[in-house]
């Protein structure tokens, strides 16, 4: 029913760069909040950050002032800028998108296939 598609993904050095893109397609009109979720090995999935079709964004107390999350409304695009990349990014990053209410997720929850980030140190 949604299709996510990421991209942008690949190997920086620590104090660099990297903007990751989310693509979304299908029936994705009752589609509210999208975002980004990482996980490295031997972790948990965690979430990084969310936006709302009204431009609302939450992030990780870890990626504050780092990470930038945004959206482009024309594409059905959902990007997250990282700067200042850190050992710790380290991560497969996850595309998903989802209707809420709220915390409540009150529709179905999609995910991209993943795109993975290495930051050297």
């Known amino acids: 029913q949604v299709q996510l598609v990421e991209s942008g993904g690949g190997l920086v050095q620590a104090g660099g760069s990297l903007r990751l893109s989310c693509a979304a397609s299908g029936s994705i009109f009752r589609i509210n909040v999208m975002g980004w979720y990482r996980q490295a090995p031997g972790k948990q999935r965690e979430l990084v950050a969310t936006i709302t079709n009204g431009g609302s964004t939450n992030y990780a107390d870890s990626v504050k002032g780092r990470f930038t999350i945004s959206r482009d409304n024309a594409k059905n695009t959902v990007y997250l800028q990282m700067n200042s990349l850190k050992p710790e990014d380290t991560a497969v990053y996850y595309c998903?998108?989802?209707?809420?209410?709220?915390?409540?997720?009150?529709?179905?929850?999609?995910w991209g296939q993943g795109t993975q980030v290495t930051v050297s140190s």
């Open positions: 998903n998108a989802k209707h809420t209410i709220g915390p409540i997720v009150v529709g179905p929850s999609y």
